[in-house]
């Protein structure tokens, strides 16, 4: 369907062709007209569900009592009966119950259950409804939770000794077995020089002829 045709459409003609002389002559101002209703809607449509999305926002945040303003406004824009207004209903509803407003929660999910247009916002809102008019349950003393409070310090001392009671003792450990000197290592750890020799060629004399015998002793 071309511009001509959804021009005669809006002005409630069934074909372009239809279209008077003095119609096809402002033919082009009435498509700026229409093309600028269209972007006013547009626009408002967009500020509508900007503040929607912003109550949603600030429901998530906690904010309660400014998601209800913000809702609010919301559908004073879009109106109660389009499916982004019933939306925008049972999100209110949730915010009056956050707010302690109960009973405005539940009216604003009976209106819908009766009012609105939209299959799944009424059943959405049916179901709601059902929850928020459920009987609270009431617990006695015997069907509640109890959580014992130990005290940790006296626990954690109880614990530690029963781990080291359980604990086996420790073994002492052995010291290293030596290993048998070799021959050259006993001449060394045994030998002294004479005190009665104190030349210190006869000295040398002595370790040189120690060390020989150790090489020799490797070879054997």
């Given at each position: 369907?071309?511009?001509?045709?959804?021009?005669a459409r809006q002005i409630g003609l069934s074909d372009?062709?239809?279209?008077?002389s003095t119609q096809e002559k402002y033919k082009m101002r009435i498509k700026e007209k229409l093309l600028q209703q269209a972007a006013k809607l547009e626009a408002e449509k967009a500020e509508r569900y900007?503040?929607?999305?912003?109550?949603?926002y600030a429901?998530?945040?906690?904010?309660?009592?400014?998601?209800t303003q913000l809702f609010t406004a919301a559908l004073d824009r879009e109106g109660p009966f389009?499916?982004?207004?019933?939306?925008i209903q049972l999100?209110?509803?949730l915010a009056y119950q956050a707010t302690g407003r109960e009973q405005d929660c539940i009216n604003i999910y009976r209106s819908l259950e009766e009012t609105h247009p939209n299959r799944k916002i009424k059943q959405q809102a049916a179901n709601l409804r059902f929850i928020m008019e459920a009987p609270k349950l009431k617990l006695g003393p015997d069907e509640r939770v109890k959580i014992p409070i130990f005290d940790n310090s006296d626990r954690f001392v109880k614990e530690r000794n029963a781990a080291r009671a359980r604990a086996p003792p420790l073994l002492k450990q052995q010291p290293p077995r030596k290993r048998e000197l070799t021959w050259e290592e006993r001449f060394f750890e045994e030998y002294r020089p004479p005190n009665l020799v104190p030349n210190k060629y006869v000295l040398v004399a002595g370790i040189l002829v120690a060390i020989g015998l150790a090489v020799y002793s490797t070879t054997l």
């Open positions: 369907m071309d511009e001509d045709e959804l021009l372009a062709s239809q279209m008077s900007r503040e929607f999305t912003l109550g949603k429901y998530g945040k906690g904010q309660y009592q400014s998601s389009s499916p982004m207004g019933g939306e999100w209110l509803a």
